[in-house]
Each structure stands twice: as C-alpha cells, then as structure tokens.
C-alpha cells in the first residue's frame, strides 16, 4: 500500500515507501479518481479503521496549535519594559546604596503606580478580545469500512472520505469527489462575500485559492448543497495551518510611540549622565566636598529623571483606550493606542468592514423599466447584530403601473424559486436562514410589497430543480392555474433559454443581444446579475419533469434581470474623507473579483485612479516593482494571504505608518505585520483578533476614523505631559548649576525635587492627560515615524520656560539668603516658586500653538482640581513637620508671596512671546 504525504491545500507527496522520492502535485488540478488512486483510499467505502490509526500515528493529530492566553504574571512583568522605566529602576537602585531611603520609596510607589494602571488596562483587554481558535468542525461525518459514522474532526487523517451538508464546517482540507449543487462560504480565507460554487472538475494547477473550485478548505462553512471529499491535508498542512504558522512566524514591529519612546529615553539618559557629570567635577573645581557634590551630582538626577512621566504616559494611553472602547474601538495593548494617528496609510478589507456583508438587491430591470432599491433611511446596519436582510426599500412603488407586468413576474420567480428564508416577527425581519443571494432577493419582494410567505402558500410546488455550476440556472414548476416554470440564473444561459419577453401584460420578440449588454452593465458596476424567466407548461409536460435528469427548458418568457451587491455601510464614504483630511491615504485590499472591488471603491470615492492590480500581479512581480506600485495603485482584489503581506511590507518599506484591517483567517499574517493591525470583533475570526493590535466591536470603518482622531488627541497629550514636566527638569538642572558656579548653596535637596515631580506637578501631568484635544487634530498630516515626542518648537520653548523659572526660583532663593531667613525658608522660598511657577505653566502646555488667553481654564476640570489640590498639599507640606524635615523646606514669608507671582507672570509671558513669534515662522498645518 503506498504512503501519501501532503503539503498545504493542495500538494500530495506521493510515497510508495520509505525510500521513496516524493513527487508533489497540486490536489486541485487532478481528476477525482487520481485524487484517489494517490491517496490509496475507495470512493465507496473509505478507509479502514487499521488504516486510518495508522495514518493518524503518522501524520498527527488534526488541530491547530493554540496561543494561550498571557499569564497575569507575563502581563504585570511587561510594565517594566519601558526605557523610562529602566531609568527610574537605576534611581531606585543609587538611591538605595546611598541610604537616600525616602527618596527610593518615592520612586518604587512611581514603579507600583504604573505597573498596577498597566497591568489592569492590558488585563482587561486580553480577556475582552482573547478567544481560543475554534475553526475546525468538533465532528465529522465519514465513511470508514464502508460505513456510514461520526468520528472527532480532530481524528481525520489524509484519505478519509468526508460527507458535507448543508451548515456544516469543513473539517480539513478535501478534495471534492461528488456534489450536490454544493456553495461553500470561504470569506474566511479569501474575503469573497459571494459563497463559491463547488464541483468536482480540476482547474488549472496555478490556480488562485480562491478559484480551486474542486477543493473545500478547512474552516470554511457549507451555505447549501451536499458533497462527498476526500481528505488531503490536515492540521498546519491545511491552508488554514499555513496561515496560522505565518502569523506566529511574522514579528510584531515596534509601534511609533514605543520607537519615539526609546529615542527620548535615550535623550534623558545622556542628560542625566551629562549634567551630573559637569555638575559634580564643577564643584570639585570650585573647591566643593566630594561627599558634598556626589548629593549634589544625586540632586540633579533626580531633577532630569522625569519621575511622573511614566504614570502620566500609562495613564494618557489608558484615557485614550477607555475613549476609544467607547467609540467601538478594543485597544489590546496600550502603546498601540497611539498608532492610528501616526498612520500614513489605511488598508481596509472590503467585506465588513467597508460593506455591510450582506447582499442587497441594488437595481432592477424589466421591460416595464427600472427599479432602484435604497438603503432604509431609519436604521444603520452596523448597528444590528444581525445584519437585517430586510433595511432595502424600493426607490418608488414599482407595481403601481404594472400589477401583473414583468416586474411581478419576477418577483413571484425570485420567492418561489428560493429556498432561503426569512425569521418575520410583528411585521419585522429579525432573522434569516440560506444563500445569502436568495435572502436579498426575498428581502426584495418584501420592499415592494410583497410578502414571500404568501407568494410561496399561493404556489404548489410540482418540481423542484436546484441550481448546479454545470445548467447555471435553477427552476421550479408551479401550479398557478395550471403547471407553470418559474427559472432563474445566469443571464448569458437563461437568455439561451427564452424566445420572447413579457412587456406590460402581454410579450414581445426577445433581443438577446440589448438585454445581454444591459446585464454586461450591470455587471461592470460590481453588480452580481441574475435573470428570470417563465413559461406556461401543458399538464403532460408537467408530469414528465424529472428533477433527477431534468430537461433543458426552452421557449421561455424573459420577465427582468437583478443585479445584486454587498452595499457599503452608512458612513463609510464620509469616515474615508475624515480620515483623507487628516493626510491619511486608504487603499482597498480584497479577496474579493477585481470588478466587485473597483465599483465599491468608486462609491466610497477611495480611488480617482483606475488601476487595479490583482493577487496574479502581485505575484508576479518582484519586492522593488511592487514596492513602487503600491504608492500608485489603491485597489487590490483577488488577493492570498501572502499577496496581502507582501503589500502590507512593500508600504513600510517607504518608512510608512500602515493600519491593516481584516476579519477572517487569511488577514492573520497582515494584521500581525502591519504597524497596527484592526480586527474585526462581531463577525471576525478568533485568528484575526489574535494577529490584532485593536478590535472593533461594531466591524465598521467609521470607528476607525473615530479612532484615527482619538489616537492623535492621545499623542498631543503625551506631548504636553511631557513637554511640562521636562520644563521643570530643565529649570532645576539651570538652577542647580548656577547655584554652584556662583557658590551658593544648593537649592532644593533630592527629596525636594522627588516632591516637585511626583507629587505637585504629578497631580496636574496626569490631569493634562484629560484634555480633549486641539480643534484641528485632524486637520495636520500624519507624523513621520522619526518624529519626537518633543519637537524642535517644544524644545525652545523648554529651554526658554525653564530658564525662566529657574532664574525666577534663584531670585527668590538669594532674596531669602539676603534678608537672612533660616536655611530651611530659603529653600521653602526656591521650592514654592518652582511649585507655582509650574501650576501657571501648565496652563501654558494646554495647547502647543494657541493662547492661553483663548483656551478655556475650565474646559479641562480635572487640571483646575489637581491645580488646586497640588497648591493646597504643598502649603500643607511646608507647615507640616514631618514633611518640612524631608523636604527641609519651612513656610514662605509675606515678601516672599510678591516676588513668586511676580515669576509666574514672567512664566506665562515667556510662553505666550513664544508661541506668537513661532506661530508667524511655523505653518499651522506643520507636523513634526
């Protein structure tokens, strides 16, 4: 007996023994009984029980591996992978060897603060998204020994004969040996919304996926009809495997904010090493104590160390994922929160995500005229679970005219001849069953007044004769006052069929040709084009039909032709302009037909090119020929998983931002690929959240857009968070190296400065966290991958700000010195300054271009609260014993109170020149 070895959905490796050569070929492209032959199995009676454990011993189990969910302890260990927080593990470390023990108390509740918002944040989305992969079938139906018997999917070896029906999912891959009028829905693996008409013939052996007509592929659903296969491939051998070893073997690249992250941290940690080098070996020189000048040299490491930045930072991306879950949006770890708004290029799915995922009668021909059919203006279908069949409505009342005209016919043909069905409860479709084509068309009589159920009790069926991809048509015969065909199909074969048209009431000679080039229109539009037909039968012909072999109908009636599409969502075409507003470019990537893609696309105004390139271009082109067309062609169809994740490298090989979008298993490796990969949440794969960076829980493209902004609103509040506590780091660095060049005594203690970041302005950097954003948020392009958290205009403004409120803090420290007061008061006064200086100042960092003058203090209430709260601790601070010890600060004095308002307007002041000076040199729409 020989052995078959397979390769993905589709290869056999046929050996004859141990030693044998194996020889692949391509499943798809053999005829049935070589299908066989290689696999050494019988039609009729399958495999043996022996045969088939030992087939399972040798090819393994039929399942897919499985990515555990992450462990509470791997997730609570990420928080501490951050590069600011590898800096603040440092300080933790020297402020415990130097026995600075209230200092590293401070920085380990920092450390804890952060990781517990962390851990709670990505917690909670990994259980919301997380779900185990649960494509394969539980059972199957087999035919072992030859006999009919259930055995667990996960048991099926290469060989084994499989029957499908209807609703069932296939378990492995097979190939089709016999079917039934057989439609398998693959949207899964190929994003075709249409279900694919199977049959058994071989097709050409370089064959796209989504064209093996002859194969069922593990994961996808049976919609109608039955089968017999024969299993091929099993668990990672399966496309459904190959897809899923690609995802695990592709690297998630670091999002922009993580790599702008590891740049800053790079800029602290040069300061940090800088300043205390200089400020230590700079007392050394003015003759300084080495004990003196290490506390000294500790002193400004904590000054430059941003102690709050990186709770501020947690808790502006933990804001921004909570804004964004309300907006539909799942963020599954916090870094990517931010990565919509740097996104340079959006590749959207079609089915779903920019359509409805149902079809839709859209238009309707008869020679009485035509029909339109409108999305229903009181319901979005986003918005419904269940994708109601039944939100189309007719443009106008098209039976007016015609009660018994062809537009009637039709009608009558498209219910009986269906056998889907609609769920109706109180008047309202709430649910549906069958080929999703059939469902529209009932939708459809619906919407011009008819109710199917009826037309149906109206009809005694006398024959029934299912649609098979070899007659393109099917039929049925009706008693309506005698026998009567009612057939509908492919336009090209039914026009074969038909000799006249019906026209009002009556017929006329039929022009095969005009109505051929009329659904040739319709189908240009992405349309999918049905035609009907009908024919009064005698009771003796009647009689002869047999549904087993039936007759070629002929001398029918052409009653109108259908043309159905899966519509784009409400909203869809305005969310693509938002987010084209904002610089962002979308480009469309299907596996749907090339033609369904490029009407889609010109409805939704994504392409003003006509260019469309198809998975056999992409396939036949080289890295660099691609990488060229992919910043000029903006609709990809027919595309494979690998076509897909060749574009998805080819734009970030540009250096771009690239959002991916998806729902089913073939999207997997390119979500996983992409910057930030969007998965869909209600009708998307366990596989494609799993790849995922966000979920959408309502599966439309507007939440993207909404995200888009959110993300950019996330971004800017980083920026100012950091931007203001860098402000402060910056004026105690001045001040402390100026207190020492000019031999005064050093200002604030470690603690002191611990205090100012932590406490004070750690209160008012996490409520800058709150701000709801700049009015133009959209209205700037996309920033480049190498751009800072902290632009070249920022860093000016730091400079200038800082010194300021350092020399301001000095003034008021040698003031204190000259009048006498106490050690204690003197750093009291220099501390107090920075602390209001700074509440001033973060009015300053609301907004990076407009005036304070013209934000409003209380559109940010929880700033003015923290303000006041960060103010009231200190005051208490300085008249509290305890904390006066730690901080050695005591209370200001009534002079004191004149020259620090006197600071906090010269703060304010500086901020406000500078912004108008860089207003006249900066282009508003300037990004960086």
């Given at each position: ?255 922009p904010l993580q790599q702008r992250m590891n740049r800053f941290a790079n800029i602290i940690a040069i300061a940090v090493l800088s300043s205390t080098v200089v400020a230590f070996f700079l007392g050394l020189a003015l003759g300084g104590e080495v004990d003196e000048m290490f506390l000294t040299a500790v002193a400004l490491a904590v000054a430059v160390v941003p102690e709050g ?441 470690p603690a002191a400065l611990l205090w100012l970041n932590v406490v004070t302005n750690g209160l008012q950097d996490v409520a800058l966290a709150f701000e709801k954003g700049e009015p133009d948020v959209l209205d700037r392009p996309p920033r480049r991958r190498e751009h800072p958290i902290v632009n070249a205009v920022l860093w000016e403004r730091t400079a200038l700000t800082g ?126």
């Amino acid at each position: 007996m020989t052995d078959a070895r397979t390769g993905p959905d589709g290869n056999v490796a046929e050996v004859a023994d141990s030693d044998a050569t194996p020889t692949e070929q391509p499943w798809h492209a053999l005829p049935a009984d070589e299908v066989l032959d290689a696999l050494d199995t019988d039609r009729a009676d399958g495999l043996t029980s022996d045969d088939a454990e030992r087939r399972l011993e040798d090819h393994g189990p039929n399942e897919l591996g499985k990515d555990e969910p992450r462990g509470e302890l791997e997730i609570l260990l990420h928080q501490f992978t951050s590069p600011l927080i590898y800096i603040l593990l440092v300080a933790f470390v020297v402020t415990i060897l130097i026995d600075e023990y209230t200092d590293a108390a401070v920085i380990a509740a920092v450390l804890v603060i952060n990781a517990i918002i962390g851990f709670i944040q990505e917690r909670k989305a990994d259980r919301s998204v997380h779900a185990l992969m649960q494509m394969a079938a539980p059972t199957s139906t087999v035919i072992r020994d030859g006999k009919e018997s259930e055995v667990d999917a996960i048991d099926l070896v290469p060989g084994d004969i499989v029957l499908l029906t209807s609703g069932t999912r296939v378990p492995a891959a097979l190939r089709l040996i016999r079917t039934i009028s057989l439609e398998v829905d693959e949207s899964l693996l190929t994003g075709e919304s249409k279900p694919a008409a199977k049959s058994t013939d071989p097709v050409d052996e370089d064959a796209l996926v989504g064209d093996r007509s002859s194969m069922a592929f593990m994961g996808s659903a049976v919609t109608s009809g039955r089968a017999r296969a024969v299993v091929v491939a099993t668990a990672l051998q399966t496309q459904l495997g190959t897809i899923s070893e690609s995802i695990r073997a592709e690297e998630k690249p670091e999002t922009p904010l993580q790599q702008r992250m590891n740049r800053f941290a790079n800029i602290i940690a040069i300061a940090v090493l800088s300043s205390t080098v200089v400020a230590f070996f700079l007392g050394l020189a003015l003759g300084g104590e080495v004990d003196e000048m290490f506390l000294t040299a500790v002193a400004l490491a904590v000054a430059v160390v941003p102690e709050g930045l990186p709770v501020a930072f947690t808790v502006a991306m933990a804001l921004g994922v909570r804004r964004m879950a309300q907006r539909n949006a799942i963020i599954r770890s916090l870094p990517a929160v931010e990565t919509l708004g740097s996104t340079d290029t959006i590749g959207s799915d079609k089915t779903g995500t920019l359509t409805a995922n149902r079809m839709t009668l859209v238009r309707g021909w008869s020679p009485d005229g035509w029909v339109r059919f409108d999305e229903a203006e009181d319901g979005d279908e986003g918005d419904n679970g269940d994708d109601d069949a039944e939100e189309v409505v007719a443009a106008a009342d098209p039976l007016a005219e015609h009660p018994d005209g062809a537009l009637a016919s039709s009608v009558r043909t498209a219910v009986v001849t269906s056998e889907a069905e609609l769920v109706v409860e109180d008047g309202e479709v709430v649910d549906h069953r069958g080929d999703p084509t059939e469902i529209a068309l009932l939708a459809a009589a619906r919407a011009v007044g008819k109710d199917p159920r009826e037309l149906r009790e109206e009809a005694e069926i006398l024959a029934h004769v299912p649609f098979e991809s070899d007659l393109r048509y099917s039929f049925v015969v009706v008693n309506e006052d005698g026998p009567m065909i009612r057939l509908k199909g492919a336009p090209e074969r039914v026009l074969e069929l038909c000799s006249e048209v019906r026209d009002g009431e009556g017929t006329a000679p039929l022009d095969p040709d005009a109505v051929l080039a009329t659904a040739e229109e319709m189908a240009a539009q992405g349309l999918r084009v049905l035609a009907l037909a009908e024919r009064r039968l005698d009771e003796s012909a009647a009689a002869d039909i047999d549904e087993q072999h039936p007759p070629t109908p002929e001398d029918l009636i052409l009653t109108g032709l259908v043309g159905m599409q899966d519509p784009p969502r409400r909203g869809v075409k305005e969310a693509i302009a938002r987010v084209r507003q904002a610089g962002i470019r979308v480009i469309m990537i299907t596996g749907d037909h090339a033609v369904t893609g490029s009407a889609i696309a010109d409805q939704l105004d994504i392409s003003e090119r006509p260019e469309t390139l198809t998975g056999r271009d992409v396939e036949d082109m080289s890295d660099e020929e691609l990488a060229e067309a992919v910043l000029e062609v903006d609709v990809f169809a027919r595309v494979a998983p690998d076509h897909k994740l060749r574009i998805v490298h080819a734009l970030r090989s540009h250096e771009q931002v690239v959002a991916v979008t998806g729902d089913g298993v073939n999207d997997g490796p390119a979500l996983k690929a992409a910057d930030i990969g969007v998965a869909m949440g209600r009708d998307g794969t366990d596989v494609a959240r799993e790849a995922s960076d966000m979920v959408l829980t309502d599966d439309n493209f507007v939440s993207i857009a909404n995200a888009v902004e959110e993300g950019r609103v996330v971004f800017e509040n980083v920026r100012k968070v950091t931007y203001f506590l860098l402000s402060t780091g910056a004026a105690a660095i001045v001040a402390i190296l100026t207190s020492i060049a000019a031999g005064l005594p050093l200002p604030y203690v470690p603690a002191a400065l611990l205090w100012l970041n932590v406490v004070t302005n750690g209160l008012q950097d996490v409520a800058l966290a709150f701000e709801k954003g700049e009015p133009d948020v959209l209205d700037r392009p996309p920033r480049r991958r190498e751009h800072p958290i902290v632009n070249a205009v920022l860093w000016e403004r730091t400079a200038l700000t800082g010194v300021t409120m350092a020399l301001g803090s000095l003034w008021v420290f040698t003031w204190a010195i000259d009048v006498g007061l106490s050690e204690a008061q003197q750093r009291g006064a220099a501390l107090t300054t920075l602390v209001l200086a700074m509440a001033a100042h973060v009015y300053n960092a609301r907004s990076e271009r407009r005036s304070i003058v013209v934000t409003n203090v209380v559109g940010n209430p929880f700033l003015l609260i923290s303000t006041i709260v960060a103010l009231t601790i200190h005051v208490s601070a300085s008249y509290w014993e305890p904390t006066q010890l730690v901080l050695q600060i005591e209370p200001v004095t009534a002079g004191g109170w004149s020259r620090i308002a006197v600071v906090m307007v010269a703060v304010v002041l500086v901020s406000e020149l500078h912004k108008a000076v860089r207003s006249r040199t900066r282009p508003p729409s300037e990004t960086d």
